[in-house]
C-alpha cells in the first residue's frame, strides 16, 4: 500500500497554515491525506486552528472565547467548511486539541460521510478513550515522543494493540526499521512526522512507514511518488 501523504497544517512551509487555501493547493499537489489541529469555538463548533489563542489587532485571545463568524474573519475555518468546500476525498488527521472536541469531529465528519477516511490523533490515551467510546469504529492514532516510553515501547504498542489504536505515530527521526516491525508485529500502522527533507523522507519509507506528515508537500508527494515507482 502507498503510503498516506498529509500536508501538516495544509502545508505550512507554502504559506498561512490551517486555512482552506492552504488545504486545496496541498489536495492539488497530490497529497492524499490533510492534517490539522482540531479545537471548539464559544458556539460549540469545530475549528481547525493549531494554537489555543489567536491574534486580534495588538493583543491574542482564546480561540474558545470567539465564535466562529469573528474566527471566520480571523482567517479560522470551521471543519463543516472543510467538507463543504473541499469534499471528503481524502484522509484527514485531526489532532484532538481539548477532550470535548472529538464527538462534535465525529458529527462533523458523519454528515460529510467521512468518517471512514478520518484519524483522530491524541497524545493522551484518555482522550483516545473518549473518542472511542463516542464511535466504536473510529480510528485513532497514539502520537507522542518516543523519550516517553523509554525501554518500554514492545509493552506499550501491546496495550495500544488491546485498546483498538490503529497507529503509532512518532517523529520521523525516532522511527528505525526495528521499531517499524515491532509495531506491524502487533498490528499497528506506523506513522512518521515532521519528515521534512527528501532523504528522511526516503529513508521512513524504506523503513515501511504506512504515512507521512510535512509541511513540504510537492517535496513528500514527489518522494513517495519515485519511492513507489521504483518498488
Known amino acids: 500500500m502507498t503510503p498516506i ?10 504559506g498561512a497554515e490551517n486555512t482552506l487555501a492552504a488545504f486545496r493547493r496541498a489536495l492539488e499537489l ?46 479560522v475555518p470551521r471543519l ?55 464511535d466504536p469504529d473510529v480510528r485513532l492514532v497514539h502520537s507522542m515522543g518516543r523519550r516517553a516510553y523509554g525501554d518500554a515501547l514492545e509493552r506499550h504498542a501491546s496495550t495500544l494493540a488491546k485498546t483498538g489504536i490503529a497507529a503509532l505515530n512518532l517523529r520521523e527521526a525516532e522511527w528505525s526499521l526495528g521499531l517499524v516491525t515491532l509495531a506491524h508485529r502487533f498490528g499497528l500502522l506506523a506513522f512518521a512526522w515532521d519528515a521534512q527533507e527528501y532523504r528522511r523522507i526516503r529513508a521512513v519509507l524504506e523503513m515501511g512507514i504506512d504515512a507521512i506528515y510535512s509541511d513540504h508537500v510537492e517535496r513528500m508527494v514527489a518522494a513517495v511518488g519515485e519511492w513507489s515507482g521504483s518498488g
Do not use: M, N, Q
Open 30 to 75: 497530490g497529497a492524499t491525506g490533510l492534517e490539522s489541529d482540531a479545537r471548539l469555538a464559544a458556539d460549540g463548533e469545530v475549528v481547525l486552528v493549531h494554537g489555543p489563542t489567536i491574534r486580534t489587532g495588538l493583543r491574542r485571545v482564546k480561540v474558545r472565547d470567539l465564535a466562529v463568524p469573528r474566527l471566520a474573519e480571523l482567517g
Open 80 to 134: 463543516a467548511d472543510l467538507y463543504a468546500e473541499l469534499g471528503s476525498d481524502f484522509e484527514l488527521s485531526l489532532d484532538l486539541k481539548e477532550p470535548a472536541v472529538a464527538d462534535p469531529i465525529l458529527a462533523t465528519a458523519r454528515a460529510a460521510d467521512a468518517v471512514h477516511r478520518l484519524w483522530l490523533c491524541a497524545r493522551d490515551l484518555g482522550d483516545l478513550a473518549a473518542a472511542r467510546r463516542a
Open 5 to 14: 501523504t498529509f500536508a501538516h497544517r495544509g502545508g505550512r512551509a507554502d
